[in-house]
Antibody, heavy 118, light 111 residues
Framework: EVHLVESGGDLVQPGGSLKLSCEASGFTFSQYWMAWVRQSPGTGLECLALINSDGSDKYYPDSMQGRFTISRDNTKNSLYLQMNNLRADDTAVYYC???????????WGQGTLVTVSS | DIVMTQTPLSLSVTPGQPASISCKSSQSLLHSDGRTYLHWFLQRPGQPPHLLISEVSSRFSGVPDRFTGSGSGTDFTLRISRVEAEDAAIYYCMQGLFFRTFGQGTKVEIK
């Protein structure tokens, strides 16, 4: 069974940094693209970053402005999201998801909460 | 950037009645490989989203056949033939051709 577990969410001050992790199990992690998706309180879903199976290609929406960096370690079956210069509007639940192909997010973690506040 | 527009944003449905959600994209989602990368997700309160339908009309594993996806190009529809209580959720369409972009979501309430 596919299992994704996010961790690293915390309360952080504006301007601070945080690194989220997603540990994968139940499938051959190195064969799949992965994604980070967030959901701000009471709002919809936003895809933040994609990474291909070997980590050589990374994709972000223009709106991220280079503050977030996705990475992975296939030896540890782990996905990461480095977030810098955090703002109040980055407060959200952050999910990792397996991207089977072209956005077919067939498995999601339970999410980790990031709160940006002074 | 691709914009995904869902309508309505909410609807209230009597059990046993049908429901329909529209999703329109600002650009065609038809890839040169002939496939259209438009997917539907469902999110119940307090839960992560989960995949409902992929590539316009393919039901994901375990999804009841009362859920049907259709459409092409820029216009897509999710239909529930006979709504059940467990269908109360927020439904999102998402395009996978140009990065990944979700619609705003449609909240389905059961009367």
């Amino acid at each position: 069974e596919v299992h994704l577990v996010e961790s690293g969410g915390d309360l952080v001050q504006p301007g601070g940094s945080l690194k989220l992790s997603c540990e994968a199990s139940g499938f051959t992690f190195s064969q799949y693209w992965m994604a980070w998706v967030r959901q701000s309180p009471g709002t919809g879903l936003e895809c933040l970053a994609l990474i291909n199976s070997d980590g050589s290609d990374k994709y972000y929406p223009d709106s991220m402005q280079g503050r977030f960096t996705i990475s992975r370690d296939n030896t540890k079956n782990s996905l990461y999201l480095q977030m810098n210069n955090l703002r109040a509007d980055d407060t959200a639940v952050y999910y990792c998801a397996r991207d089977v192909k072209w956005g077919m997010f067939d498995s999601w973690g339970q999410g980790t909460l990031v709160t940006v506040s002074s | 950037d691709i914009v995904m527009t869902q309508t309505p944003l909410s609807l209230s449905v009597t059990p046993g009645q049908p429901a329909s959600i529209s999703c329109k994209s600002s650009q065609s989602l038809l890839h040169s490989d002939g496939r259209t990368y438009l997917h539907w997700f469902l999110q119940r309160p307090g839960q992560p989203p989960h995949l409902l339908i992929s590539e316009v009309s393919s039901r994901f594993s375990g999804v009841p056949d009362r859920f049907t996806g259709s459409g092409s190009g820029t216009d897509f529809t999710l239909r529930i033939s006979r709504v059940e209580a467990e269908d109360a959720a927020i439904y999102y369409c998402m395009q996978g051709l140009f990065f990944r972009t979700f619609g705003q979501g449609t909240k389905v309430e059961i009367k």
